[in-house]
């Protein structure tokens, strides 16, 4: 089963930035449309950022013009910048397919946890 280990986040000031790492367990990784997810405590889970197989992105209008999603098919690697963050950015970090239409796969990784404060 594919495997999906995020990295990257941290605590954080308002406006600073971070940059997320997801790195998935397979070499068809270039032909899925993946996207990155976030879930605050009590809340559910909603898709952030999406980057289709030939390098479309789409993003929740709450980080539109903040967030830059990107991959790297040579490594297996999703990418999430997040520039400007607000303390309403606070979550945990997943990434999955996703986007247009893509089904998530059922495992997921162990996220990793963003926190934006002063």
């Known amino acids: 089963q594919v495997q999906l280990v995020e990295s990257g986040g941290n605590l954080v000031q308002p406006g600073g930035s971070l940059r997320l790492s997801c790195v998935v367990s397979?070499?068809?990784?270039?032909?899925?449309?993946m996207a990155w997810y976030r879930q605050a405590p009590g809340e559910q889970r909603e898709l952030v950022a999406a980057?289709?197989?030939?390098?479309?992105?789409n993003y929740t209008d709450s980080v539109k013009g903040r967030f830059t999603i990107s991959r790297d098919n040579a490594k297996n690697t999703l990418y999430l910048q997040m520039n400007s963050l607000k303390p309403r950015d606070a979550a945990v970090y997943y990434c999955?397919?996703?986007?247009?239409?893509?089904?998530?796969?059922?495992?997921w990784g162990q996220g990793t946890q963003v926190t934006v404060s002063s």
């Open positions: 397979s070499a068809i990784f270039r032909s899925w449309n």
């Open positions: 980057i289709s197989r030939r390098g479309t992105t």
């Open positions: 999955n397919r996703g986007g247009w239409g893509a089904s998530e796969f059922p495992n």
